[in-house]
Every structure is written in structure tokens, then in C-alpha cells.
């Protein structure tokens, strides 16, 4: 025996993205881990514009606002413990200004709406198939926002419910971008609120919807990519695990992403991606002393491959980035006198 863990297959996506296509995140916080990830390295990413979401028809709902691009207003909003909230959002967009809540949903939206038609990739990851309704109008919650749990009635999906709703919202998204390629994940974060037992339910009734709709529409049009499995197989120990025992640490991210690199990103895009975080981690440098000779010749080796990755990238915007730097050594050339 070679190994003390099952390694989990990750096939290459039939589709790849990389620099200079647009990807769209959608779904549970493990979604953002991971398309934090590809901003930092300066991939085109926008990042769950309703917030956090987790239940497959909430994560419609948004996507299909998205497509029609219709704007909210006050009428959407609710107030409870002095804030007011939407039951389509996650609480950060919550405000005790009503109005500050509608122009913040507003602006988020009215970036989204052109960026999905151009969009080359949607990332969506499903946090849980247990769902919140409103027991005074029917409607099905993204977030109770702390009101008492006695206005919902919880339930569970079932898979057929589960796959209609992202069937329409695959539908509407196709007619509106006919191009994008849609990747599925199933979170690894368990919700273990809803109980052990009942968390496994949950996450099957996913796997199963995403199996079907993959099955249904063929692997030209959408994919899985099974962060799940990566966790509850190969990486199952607590070690990696934040101190809650529920959230991933950050050793287990960065594995998740290494495979996803892997399977999800052209191979330029990761040989670009990977001197991005070479200079990433000269930005984040703090000499002891700014001023000195030794620190100017550093930033000027740092601005020499912002120069190159310029020059090979010229789709990204590297302006500020080079201007901080151009200012920082400016600084010091008035405060050192530097040699011919």
C-alpha cells in the first residue's frame, strides 16, 4: 500500500476557461473560495451578485433576475430588527436605509446583466436541496434573515424538483447566452443544523439532480466538477477543517483549487496565473525599512514582471497596480539619494 487516502478521479472539463473569458460564480460560500482565488490572479470573475446562496431554486431565482434584468425596488424589501432586507439576497446587502439597500441590489445587478451575455462560464455550487417558504405568500427564501423560524415551512427538494428548477433556469440562460457552458459543484460544507442525517440527504438529492441534468443535456453544454467528493474522500480527516469543524481550512481550498486548475483552466491560463502569483506575493512584501536602496531595486525587479505579464495579458488591467508601484519608488527616489 503506497497511499493512506482514495484519490478521487478529476477528469478534464470538455470545455477549459482562462484569461480573457468572463466566468460568472454562483451559489454557496465554497463558491467564493473559489473565485476569490481566480480574481487575486486577475481572471475576469464576478462573484455571486445576490450574495451567498445555497438552496438550487433561490440560485434559479437569481440567475433568471439576472437574464431579464428587471430592477427591485421597495416594494421587495421587508424590515425586521431595525434593517431592511430581501428575501432574494443574502444579508449583506441588508441596511437599516431602504433606499441604500435598493441602489447597493441595484448596482450589483446592473453589472451582472451584461456581464452574463458575454459570460464564457457559469460556476454554480449547491449548498443544500433543504429549502425556506414563506408560509404568508408561498415564496421560497435565499435567507430568513433571523426571523422566527414559525413564518417558514421547511422541506426538502426531491430530485425531480430539483432538476426542474435548474432546468429553467438552464433554459432562459441558453436563449439569452446561447455560448456559456455551465459547471455544477456540490459544496462540501455540511449543514449540520439540518443534521447529520438529514445533511447526507440533502447532498445526495443534489448529486442526483446534477447527474440528471448532465445526463439530459449532454456534456457539451455543462459539466460537474466534484469538489465533494474531493473532500469527503481524499481529504477525509479533520485536519482539514477550520476550527468550527465545518468550513473547509485553508490547506483543503488550496488542494480543491489546485484540481481545479487542473481540470478547469487552460494550460497558458495556469503558467500565466502562476507568475500573477509571483508578483501577488511581491505586492505583499513589508520590508522593515521602505526607504532604502535595497527596496527600490526590489520593486523595480517587481514592476519588470508587471511590465512582462502586461505585455502578454494586455486584456488585463494592470494600470493601478503599476501606478502604486511607479509612486512607491517615486517616494524613495525623493528620500534616498540613489546611485547613477
Not at 432574494?88 to 441590489?105: D, R
Not at 433554459?171 to 449543514?191: A, C, D, E, M
Not at 439532480?209 to 457539451?220: P, R, Y
Request: hydrophobic share 40%.
Amino acid at each position: 500500500m503506497t497511499e493512506f487516502r482514495t484519490p478521487v478521479d478529476v477528469t478534464d472539463l470538455p470545455r477549459k476557461t482562462g484569461y480573457g473569458i468572463k466566468n460568472l460564480f454562483m451559489g454557496s460560500c465554497f463558491t467564493e473560495n473559489i473565485g476569490e482565488k481566480m480574481a487575486s490572479l486577475y481572471f475576469e470573475v464576478d462573484m455571486n451578485p445576490f450574495g451567498i446562496l445555497y438552496n438550487p431554486v433561490s440560485i434559479s431565482q437569481a440567475v433568471k433576475r439576472i437574464i431579464n434584468g428587471k430592477p427591485f425596488g421597495d416594494k421587495d424589501l421587508f424590515q425586521y430588527n431595525g434593517l431592511w432586507h430581501s428575501f432574494m439576497h443574502h444579508g449583506c446587502f441588508s441596511n437599516p436605509s431602504a433606499t441604500e439597500v435598493v441602489k447597493k441590489i441595484n448596482g450589483r445587478l446592473a453589472h451582472s446583466f451584461p456581464y452574463l451575455a458575454e459570460a464564457g462560464f457559469l460556476f454554480v455550487t449547491l449548498g443544500t436541496a433543504w429549502i425556506y417558504e414563506l408560509k404568508s405568500t408561498g415564496e421560497i427564501v435565499a435567507n430568513c434573515h433571523k426571523v422566527p423560524a414559525g413564518e417558514f415551512r421547511k422541506f426538502r427538494l426531491t430530485v425531480s424538483e430539483t432538476v426542474d428548477a435548474l432546468k429553467d433556469m438552464l433554459g432562459q440562460l441558453w436563449k439569452r447566452n446561447p455560448g456559456i457552458y455551465t459547471v455544477f459543484t456540490v459544496s462540501p460544507i455540511r449543514h449540520t443544523s439540518d443534521g447529520a442525517v438529514e445533511n447526507q440527504l440533502s447532498k445526495s438529492t443534489l448529486l442526483l439532480a446534477v447527474d440528471a441534468l448532465i445526463k439530459g443535456f449532454g456534456q457539451d453544454r455543462c459539466a460537474y466538477f466534484p469538489s465533494y467528493e474531493l473532500v469527503m474522500d481524499e481529504l477525509r480527516d479533520y485536519r482539514f477543517y477550520a476550527a468550527d469543524m465545518v468550513h473547509l481550512s485553508d490547506v483543503a481550498i488550496k488542494f480543491i483549487w489546485e484540481k481545479f486548475c487542473l481540470a478547469a483552466i487552460d494550460q497558458k491560463s495556469i503558467e500565466l496565473a502562476c507568475r500573477f502569483e509571483s508578483v501577488n506575493k511581491s505586492l505583499q512584501h513589508r520590508p522593515f525599512n521602505r526607504f532604502t536602496l535595497e527596496h527600490y531595486r526590489f520593486l523595480e525587479q517587481t514592476l519588470k514582471k508587471i511590465l512582462a505579464l502586461s505585455v502578454d495579458c494586455p486584456y488585463i488591467g494592470l494600470k493601478g497596480v503599476l501606478k502604486d508601484i511607479q509612486d512607491e519608488m517615486n517616494q524613495i527616489k525623493v528620500a534616498v539619494t540613489l546611485p547613477d
